[in-house]
């Protein structure tokens, strides 16, 4: 699929514009997560497409070259701006000038049309696409991920608020983008009322999972690589550790279940998989101390963030994957178990109600009451019958989210921004 360039030209080269986390981060610490795997993935299926992407991102070490080749046809920037290290996010608006400067700088080494569209990650970037879409004059498409008013509207316990900048920032880049992608109809009803952005500028692009990659391992096989016992209930959380996510409730349910039935505690098993990050970086041995503090500490395993072949054997060995979020924008960890042929119990909230099919994939619990989390966990775990009925739908649920199709209805969308910025010129 070809899309066309602000003057009728087919689109050559793309700027993808990620500030504030880096698509070679690991994700699963630090402010790397599922929009890391995101803007990977989409460059992928873009240059597969013929499509050049160059993704601009603040560097962070003095070690990592200016050019980075992450895969044919797709080359990470890294722009210095601010310290390599020791810079929170919350301290980024004050290098956004810096950043977008060395932007402009790197396209004007090329000749005029280098770049025929911008798509910016989270809203400090698109403070940057914004001014690159006016000096360019070719037309920016924003993806939000997450959004500080509906973040704050359901705050996690102990979560730190979003700042009022940020919102200013958002309401800023909605306004500027010529289209928004939403990554479920949720986000865009929430594009469309927190927001006040424009529908018809609005649209809903699922992200995809690689199905290559997270694909069924024999349950048996997996333990064994990993060192779990064959027996194992094995509860699994994988995703950075902070308030927004939750990991907390799926301790103190593990702790309800063995409340309700002491026998559990002879094969009952927590694995957490991730690293702290956002306000969880203030207390990062919180959820350690936590576990101690109910009794549990001898049945949770905490493992740093792992590469996406081990990750698998993760999702693989685990009975079921819990994602207890307070919000998740789409929910790739939820996808990526589930193509993996594992079920999952998530929260009824954001993107989880699109990635997860309750009752056929999984289950989805509402609030954040872990005796909740408890019975429904015990309800799979007591059931081998329906944990497999659930294995079956979760692959079924997975194979509809490919990022080919992502990259195809993401290339739709550039058109269509293209469409908007030629007929503004016309006017």
Known sequence: ?????????????????????????????????????????LA???????????????????????VVPLDDGVTVRHIVAGPF?????????????????????????????????????????????????????????HSMHTMAKVKNDLLAEGDTPEPQERVIGEEQVVAAADMLIANTDEEAKELVNFYDADPTRVEVVHPGVDLDAFMPVPMATAR???????????????????PLKAPDLLLRAAADLLARDPSRRRRLLVAVVGGPSGSGLEHPTALADLAAALGIADLVRFVPP??????????????????????????????????????????????LTTAVADGRSGFLVAGHDPADYARVIAKVLDAPDLRTTLAAGALAH??????????????????????????????
């Open 1 to 41: 699929m070809e899309s066309e360039t602000t003057y009728g030209e087919p689109l050559h080269r793309l700027a993808m514009i990620s500030l504030h986390t880096s698509p070679l981060d690991q994700p699963g610490t630090g402010d790397a997560g599922g929009m890391n795997v995101y803007v990977t993935e």
């Open 44 to 66: 992928r299926r873009l240059a597969s497409r013929d499509i050049e992407v160059d993704i601009f991102t603040r560097t962070t070490s003095s070690a990592l070259p200016p």
């Open 85 to 141: 290290e020791g810079l929170a996010k919350h301290q980024l608006p004050g290098q956004l000038c810096v950043f977008a400067r060395e932007v402009l700088r790197t396209e004007a080494q090329f000749d005029v049309g280098h770049y025929g569209a911008v798509h910016s990650h989270y809203w400090l970037s698109g403070q940057v696409g914004a001014l690159a879409r006016d000096r360019w004059g070719v037309p920016l498409v």
């Open 224 to 242: 064994a690589r990993l060192g779990i016992p064959a027996d194992a209930d094995l509860l699994l959380f994988v995703g950075r550790i902070q």
């Open 306 to 351: 792992v590469r996406r072949e081990d990750l698998v054997d993760w999702y693989a060995a685990a009975s079921l994957v819990c994602v207890p979020s307070y919000n998740e924008s789409f929910g790739l960890v939820a996808v990526e178990a589930q193509a993996v042929g594992t079920p999952v119990v998530a929260a009824a909230v954001g993107g």
């Open 398 to 427: 997975a194979a509809d989210f490919t990022w080919e199709h992502t990259a195809d209805a993401t290339l739709a969308v550039y058109a269509e921004a293209q469409r908007r910025m030629r007929s503004e010129v016309l006017r």
